[in-house]
């Protein structure tokens, strides 16, 4: 997961958080992001998990980022892993597990209890304009 998550990084940050819209880097790491799916989708083929015929931890190393590639790729969707449908499938398998559930449940607690949706951004604001607006007035206050 060590590069993968320093490429998720990096896309989400130059789709969502980055101040100026860079074309040529939004492409760049959009485009190693589908690559990694790529890769997980060939590896994924035929197998209901990475490594072995159980659930370990190098599934678990992407189940927050896929859940979250909607995110990571600037474009929400309700389906952005549709694309891939052994990595959707596995997805599917990781999110379902009641383990799973509660450490999201605790997770959704705790944002909550700091003023947070489940996506990280505060409660009331709906995108980075939003909340870069809400910076601003802050700000000057």
Not at 14 to 27: C, D, M
Not at 46 to 64: E, I, P, R, Y
Not at 71 to 81: F, H, N
Not at 126 to 136: D, G, T, V
Request: hydrophobic share 40%; net charge neutral; with cysteine.
């Amino acid at each position: 997961m060590d590069v993968t998550g320093s490429f998720l990084t990096i896309t989400h940050t130059f789709n969502v958080l980055h101040p100026e819209k860079l074309p040529s880097a939004i492409e760049r790491y959009s485009a190693e992001v589908k690559r990694i799916l790529s890769v997980l989708e060939g590896a994924l083929a035929g197998k209901q998990w990475l490594v072995g015929d159980k659930c370990t931890f190098a599934d678990l190393s992407f189940v927050t980022w896929n859940d979250r590639m909607d995110m990571v790729l600037g474009a929400p969707s309700s389906k952005p892993l549709r694309s891939f449908p052994n990595v959707e499938a596995w997805h599917t398998r990781m999110t379902s597990r009641e383990s799973f559930k509660r450490a999201m449940q605790v997770r959704d607690q705790l944002m909550d209890e700091q003023g947070l949706m489940p996506n990280g951004m505060p409660k009331g604001v709906n995108n980075m304009a939003e909340y870069e607006a809400k910076m601003k007035r802050e700000e000057g206050a």
